[in-house]
């Protein structure tokens, strides 16, 4: 059971900050929606949140596990075992099937389970595609892959960036089901980045990013 925390977190690009002072925790078991205009550095907060960025200020720390004091090698090995991450452009990889594509984080972690990732393919509504390619695929049908892969090897950490932005109300409202129920059976954080507010209404808080900061 591990808590994020984040702390005084600044970033910025150049001299233009993102954002800065930003100040949070999310509980283990708990969604947090991340909510915000286009611009003000969602994205950008959930990628200095796996591990994926470098921020110029503050601290994040996931259980006792301190980001910042990692190494680049350190910090994939942490992501690999503690995150899953649905990005806001997919990063399906395209020469590999569907199925392949949903194990791939199992793979890496040498623990292979044909049978777990069928689950998954079937909870996103994919069971009969495992065997085509991404470009066979609609954007919605890729948006379900990323979500499957994200869950398949039940990450402590789960980071969505806009991950029904691409789906009809009812499959949205299924996705959002089954991140949810990841993140209450295996007391996974949750953090969902969105414009959607049919998504933010499932989540237990809403948080709101701007230029003045982050307020719940
Ligand atoms: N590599 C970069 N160099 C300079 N500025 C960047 C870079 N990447 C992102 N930005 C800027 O950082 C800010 C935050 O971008 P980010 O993608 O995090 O926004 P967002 O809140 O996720 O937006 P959206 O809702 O459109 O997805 C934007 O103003 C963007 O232009
Ligand atoms: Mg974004």
């Given at each position: 059971m591990t808590q994020l925390h984040v702390d005084q977190l600044g970033k910025r690009y150049g001299a233009a900050p993102v954002f800065s002072g930003l100040c949070f925790t999310v509980a283990p078991g708990e969604f947090v929606a991340i909510m915000g205009d286009s611009g003000v550095g969602k994205s950008t907060l959930l990628n200095c949140l796996a591990g994926l960025d470098h921020w110029d200020a503050g601290r994040i720390t996931h259980g006792s596990t301190d980001l910042g004091l990692l190494d680049d090698r350190q910090r994939a090995l942490w992501r690999r075992a503690q995150v899953g991450f649905v990005f806001q452009a997919f990063?399906?990889?395209?020469?590999?099937?569907v199925a392949q594509n949903v194990a791939l984080p199992l793979m890496l972690l040498g623990r292979n389970d044909a049978q777990r990732v069928q689950h998954m393919l079937a909870a996103v509504g994919l069971q009969d595609l495992g065997?085509?390619?991404?470009?066979?695929?609609?954007g919605g049908q890729l948006q379900r892959v990323a979500i499957a892969r994200a869950l398949v090897h039940r990450p402590a950490l789960l980071l969505a960036d806009e991950p029904t932005g691409n789906l009809d109300p009812a499959t949205a409202g299924r996705v959002l089901d089954l991140l949810h129920a990841q993140t209450r059976a295996h007391g996974a954080a949750l953090v969902l980045a969105t414009h959607s507010d049919a998504a933010a209404a499932r989540a237990d808080r809403v948080l709101r990013l701007s230029a003045e900061g982050i307020v719940g």
């Open positions: 990063h399906v990889l395209p020469h590999l099937d065997a085509r390619l991404p470009q066979q695929l609609s």
